[in-house]
């Protein structure tokens, strides 16, 4: 028997369930379970990326990722480019900012069927996951501001959320951050943003300036199509940036990631392409679930949760679409059993899973 031992809390911690892959399936695979791009990344940032690899891998990245932030900031309309921080993927923004405000004691707030990495990083740095409960898969004010405590230290929020899709109103985002008492760092997760267009993005970026205990998370894994390489980033309070760089590890991007955000940040073309298939085969795809008798809820993101009435038949149509290599993701680690997400994909799988999701449904 092992004589080290993890910290308690660390024992105590699940890890997160990816979406997973596909392993040894013949013929074409769909994805449609991690809400990835299904155009891939924008080719600049693939020009971008084949240059980088041939000059200087060998060499370190810039440790202040002053290039890459600056680009940030110009693109997104962000006045100081010391307050945008970067990351290896945004989870590494939600497990360093839990690392700063958060520990044994404290309590970190997320809604009922939040993104599930709030949950292990809470735990995996002792604190307590406080979950709101949720009124038809959707945060409540009311409901969130109920489990506010002297001892929560965050409030992690994707607006849109994840898995559910569903999302508060600007209105209800603002009102919440005017009652929330100042001693909770409250996390906007803007994961999903860009598929409601600019003009929401520049809103969640003005949340920002409205109170020093704001933050907005972001990240290049979806919409911007570069989930392999890791990128995420952040605009934040000078104080709390302060505090992020101080723990930060030194080289935590890698310049292929550095290069490709730099290229593609700016892509509005390709934002919009995204955008547009996304905004187009969403509702396309509600309408055909809805009309086989699995009821969607409005989903502002690039996925749709759909209802299967019981446990059992939700996972027989999952493995049935895996059968024929679409897969799907199954949330019932969610709390959400009866239902299942399917990102929008390409044209060609899309029409594939609402085919095969044809054919179940009108046999069980
Ligand atoms: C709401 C939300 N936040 C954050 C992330 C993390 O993304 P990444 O670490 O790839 O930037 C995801 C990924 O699915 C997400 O759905």
């Known amino acids: 028997m092992n004589t080290i031992k993890p910290l308690d809390h660390i024992t105590h911690t699940k890890s997160y369930v990816p979406g997973g892959k596909l392993h040894g399936a013949t013929g074409p695979v769909a994805m449609l379970a991690s809400n990835e791009n299904p155009f891939g990344p924008s080719p600049l940032a693939v020009e971008a990326i084949r240059k980088a690899a041939g000059e200087g891998l060998q060499v370190y990245p810039d440790p202040d990722y002053t290039a890459l932030r600056e680009a940030i900031a110009k ?185 490709a955000g730099i290229a593609s940040v700016g892509d509005d073309a390709f934002l919009t392409l995204s955008r547009d298939h996304n905004t187009a085969w969403r509702g396309t795809m509600t309408d055909a679930l809805n009309a086989m008798g699995l009821p969607t809820a409005p989903s502002h993101a690039n996925f749709v949760v759909c209802e299967f009435g019981a446990a059992e038949r939700a996972a027989a149509a999952h493995q049935y679409l895996k059968d024929q290599s679409i897969l799907v993701r199954a949330i019932a680690g969610y709390g959400l059993p009866t239902k299942l997400r399917i990102t929008i994909g390409s044209a060609e799988d899309n029409t594939r899973c609402l085919e095969a999701l044809k054919a179940f449904t009108a046999s069980r």
């Open 75 to 259: 693109a997104k309309g962000i006045a100081d480019a010391s307050r945008v921080v970067t990351s290896a993927g945004s989870d590494e923004i939600i497990h360093l900012l839990t690392q700063c405000y958060a520990g044994p004691g404290d309590e970190v707030l997320f809604t009922e069927h939040a993104f599930s990495m709030y949950e292990v990083s809470a735990r995996a740095h002792g604190a307590a996951a406080i979950k709101a409960p949720e009124t038809d898969m959707t945060a409540g004010v009311n409901s969130i501001l109920g489990a506010v405590s002297p001892k929560t230290r965050i409030l992690f929020l994707a607006n849109p959320n994840n898995p559910t899709g569903t999302m508060l109103s600007l209105d209800a985002l603002k009102s919440l951050q005017d009652v929330l008492p100042p001693h909770v760092l409250f996390v906007v997760d803007g994961a999903y943003s860009e598929y409601l267009g600019p003009d929401y993005e520049a809103a969640l970026r003005d949340l920002v300036d409205r109170r020093d205990t704001t933050v907005m998370m972001r990240t290049f894994s979806k919409i911007y199509g570069l989930a392999a390489l890791r990128l995420g980033w952040a605009y934040m309070p000078k104080a709390i940036a302060d505090t992020y760089q101080r723990i930060r590890g030194p080289f935590n991007v890698n310049t292929l990631a550095v290069e």
